[in-house]
C-alpha cells in the first residue's frame, strides 16, 4: 500500500553507519537488523546497509575469509533480513560474503516484506580482494520495487563511470552501493570524503540517486572513513556522514523529479549523448 507521500512521489529512504566487528557475525547481525528496524520506524521505504556487514572486511586470506561466507539466498544474514523486512513495507539491501562451491563472492543481496529478491556480485575488487573473491559474474541486474527501480553496486564499483551509465541507460531511479571507504591518506579521509564526492559526480551526471552506506572503525590497520551519504541531480540531499561515529541518514527522494533530467528547455542529461558515435550502452549486452 503506499503511503500519502508515495502518492506524490515521495519516498522515504535510508542508510546506516555502523562498525562491524571483524569475525563476530552473530553481533554484526544483530546491530544490522537493529539499526535497519530503526530506519523502518522512522518510515524508510528503501534501506542499504553497509559492504561486508556481517563479517567485517580485512581477512588475511582466502580460508580466513572463507569460513564466514554463506550460501545466497538460505543463508543466516539473508534470513536474518528477511525477518527484519517481514510486516514492515519496506525493503534491505546489505552487503555479505557469499559462498558458491569453493568460489567467494563480495555480494550485496536485496530482500523485501516477501522475502529474497536478488543479488549483485561486485564487478571491480579491490586491492587483495582480488586474491579471495571472484569477480562478480551476474552484470548489472535492476530490480522494480514498487516505488522505483534499482540498481546495485559495491564500494570500488562507483569508481567506474560505466557502472552508473549503465544502469542510468536501463531506467533505474536509484542505485544502493554497500561501501567499505578505506582511510587513504593524501588521497581519501574523513575531513575531505572523496569516495562521496565520487558518489556524487556519478549521480548528478547521469541523473539518478545513489545511496552510499559506508562503515566506520579499523580493522587490522585500516581504518574506513565512515561519510555515508545519499546522492542525487542536485548533490548531497543527505550527509556526508561523519567519519567516526554510528548514524541512521534518511530523507525523502522525489522519484518522478527524478526522471525528468531536463538540465534546461532543450537539454536532456541522456538523450544529448552523441549515440551516433558511441555505444548507447557502452556495449553491455545485459
Not at 61 to 73: F, G, I, L, R, T
Request: proline residues 5%; glycine residues 10%; charged residues 20%.
Amino acid at each position: 500500500m503506499n503511503t500519502d507521500n508515495e502518492s506524490n512521489n515521495l519516498v522515504k529512504v535510508a542508510v546506516v553507519q555502523f562498525e562491524p566487528k571483524l569475525g563476530e557475525v552473530s553481533l554484526n547481525q544483530d546491530k544490522i537488523v537493529e539499526l535497519v528496524g530503526k530506519a523502518f520506524d522512522q518510515g524508510a521505504r528503501l534501506v542499504v546497509a553497509p559492504e561486508m556487514a556481517n563479517t567485517g572486511y580485512i581477512f588475511e586470506s582466502k580460508e580466513d575469509a572463507a569460513q564466514y561466507a554463506e550460501s545466497v539466498p538460505g543463508g543466516p544474514m539473508v534470513q536474518a533480513l528477511e525477518k527484519a523486512a517481514a510486516g514492515k513495507n519496506g525493503y534491505v539491501v546489505s552487503g555479505l560474503m557469499e559462498s558458491d562451491g569453493d568460489k567467494l563472492y563480495n555480494t550485496a543481496v536485496l530482500v523485501g516484506p516477501e522475502g529474497y529478491i536478488g543479488k549483485y556480485r561486485k564487478t571491480h575488487l579491490w586491492d587483495v580482494d582480488k586474491t579471495f573473491y571472484e569477480p562478480g559474474d551476474l552484470g548489472f541486474p535492476v530490480f522494480d520495487l514498487p516505488f522505483a527501480r534499482i540498481g546495485m553496486c559495491i564500494c570500488y564499483d562507483q569508481t567506474f563511470p560505466e557502472v552508473s551509465r549503465i544502469y542510468a541507460m536501463q531506467d533505474v531511479d536509484i542505485i544502493c552501493s554497500p561501501t567499505s571507504w578505506v582511510v587513504i591518506p593524501g588521497l581519501a579521509i574523513p575531513e575531505d570524503p572523496t569516495w562521496s564526492y565520487i558518489a556524487r559526480t556519478q549521480a548528478q551526471v547521469n541523473g539518478l540517486y545513489m545511496l552510499c552506506a559506508d562503515r566506520i572503525g579499523t580493522e587490522r590497520g585500516v581504518t574506513f572513513g565512515g561519510s555515508s551519504c545519499i546522492v542525487g541531480l542536485m548533490g548531497f540531499l543527505g550527509g556526508p556522514a561523519s567519519g567516526d561515529k554510528e548514524e541512521i541518514l534518511a530523507t525523502e527522494l522525489d522519484i518522478a523529479a527524478g526522471r525528468v533530467k531536463m538540465l534546461s528547455a532543450v537539454n536532456h542529461l541522456l538523450n544529448d549523448r552523441r549515440t551516433d558515435l558511441y555505444d548507447e550502452k557502452l556495449g553491455y549486452k545485459g
